[in-house]
């Protein structure tokens, strides 16, 4: 998407890629938990200049800084607010695959221990070659071990798995 793409190479020139992240995030935030602000800055009734200032009152209340601002503005003015999370979304996947890092979504049976979570991060960085940002959550359907989602690539390490695997092996003896 060439919005993100764009924010991102803005943000990344002027080496503060998570602030401006983190900046346009909240904003997406409190456009998706308020309606009126959606029905408001999507409305091709409302003057553009009336949507810049309540972005402006907005981002000021953030704490928020030019470029999310400029940013904001662009969108607006090109009639994209009803896409603002989609292109927020864009925006953090663009700046993670430019700092070679990659989010990994890892389900496993019971909790991680921190040294088994450290360890994952570890090994999932080694096969990807990326730094790996993991988001971790419990499957109880797994019986033990986990299973790791980075991108399209899923890394198995399931009991489930071992013993499907297993199964196959026995039947072909």
């Known amino acids: 998407m060439q ?3 764009a924010f991102a190479d803005i943000a990344i020139a002027q080496g503060a890629p998570q602030t401006a992240i ?3 995030a909240d904003f997406g935030e409190a456009f998706v938990e308020s309606a009126e602000l959606r029905n408001f800055l999507s409305s091709p009734v409302v003057d553009t200049r009336a949507k ?3 972005i402006e009152k907005i981002i000021a209340q953030q704490g928020g800084g030019r470029i999310v601002r400029n940013f904001l503005f662009v969108i607006l003015d090109h009639h994209r607010a009803h896409m ?9 996947d663009v ?3 430019r700092q070679g890092i990659a989010e990994a979504e890892v389900s496993s049976a019971v909790e991680l221990s921190s040294a088994q979570k450290t360890e994952l991060a570890k090994t999932l960085s080694r096969l990807t070659g990326k730094k790996i940002e993991p988001k971790y959550s419990l499957d109880p359907a797994l019986l033990g071990g986990a299973i ?6 899923i890394y198995d ?3 489930r798995s071992r013993l499907a695997e297993m199964r196959t092996r026995l039947a072909e003896e």
């Open 3 to 5: 919005y993100a793409k």
């Open 52 to 54: 810049h200032r309540v």
């Open 148 to 153: 790791a989602r980075v991108g399209d690539t």
């Open 84 to 92: 603002l999370p989609e292109i927020i979304a864009a925006v953090q």
């Open 157 to 159: 390490g399931s009991l």
């Open 95 to 97: 700046v993670r695959q």
């Open 22 to 24: 983190k900046q346009v």
